[in-house]
């Protein structure tokens, strides 16, 4: 049985709630948006200005992306070491579905992992966030964020790992949710966990 499983997603994959469900389904602990918040505390970083820096960008768009903007201010790197601690730690509990933050490679040395990377077409992400996260916002908005989003977590891969966002040779198994559908994945990822 895999104890730790890491997902990694194109943004409006719905890979967030594909984790949510497999961890519910499992019996598992889901981890996303709040091991920043923990990074950040742990590094004395005042969690009002996280707070801030969400603010400033669209609610619609979601926590991560403000995230990026952090990332770009002289604390990056002793979060990300702080938030590297605290998937590590995690996973040696075990029993856990953590999204993003490149956990996949993070955890990449331990037993028990199933990395798995999960995309969409674009015309199902649009649809998607449309009924989901960015209802009111138009579908060239939204395809704008998908962009923005995805170029952003490229660049975050590619800075901390040294490895390709999304390159499935990272990955035990990508799924696509606009072929397969929610249900589909979550079935195909509790399936392979257990």
């Not at 194109?10 to 594909?18: E, M, N």
């Not at 019996?27 to 005042?46: C, H, M, T």
């Not at 590590?88 to 579905?97: L, N, S, T, Y």
């Not at 170029?151 to 490895?163: A, D, L, M, Q, S």
């Amino acid at each position: 049985m895999k104890k730790i499983i890491t997902i990694s997603r194109d943004f409006g994959s719905a890979g967030g709630t594909i984790g949510k469900r497999v961890a519910d389904k499992l019996g598992y602990e889901y981890f996303d948006k709040e091991l920043i918040i923990q990074a950040a505390r742990d590094v004395s970083l005042d969690i009002e200005k996280i707070i801030k820096y969400d603010e400033k960008v669209p609610v619609a768009f979601g926590f991560a992306q403000s995230l990026f903007d952090l990332y770009a201010e002289p604390v990056e790197e002793s979060l990300f070491e702080a938030q590297k601690k605290i998937i590590r730690k995690i996973a040696e509990h075990g029993k856990c579905v953590i999204v993003g933050r490149n956990a996949d490679h993070i955890v990449s040395a331990f037993d028990d992992v199933l990395k798995v990377f999960i995309h969409a077409d674009e015309n199902w992400r649009i649809k998607y966030l449309k009924n989901d996260k960015m209802k009111d916002k138009s579908e060239e908005k939204i395809a704008d964020a998908i962009h923005s989003i995805d170029r952003h977590r490229e660049k975050f891969c590619k800075y901390w790992t040294h490895k390709e966002f999304g390159d499935a040779k990272n990955y035990d198994i990508t799924l696509n949710t606009s072929s397969l559908g929610i249900d589909q994945c979550v079935e195909i990822i509790y399936q392979l966990a257990k």
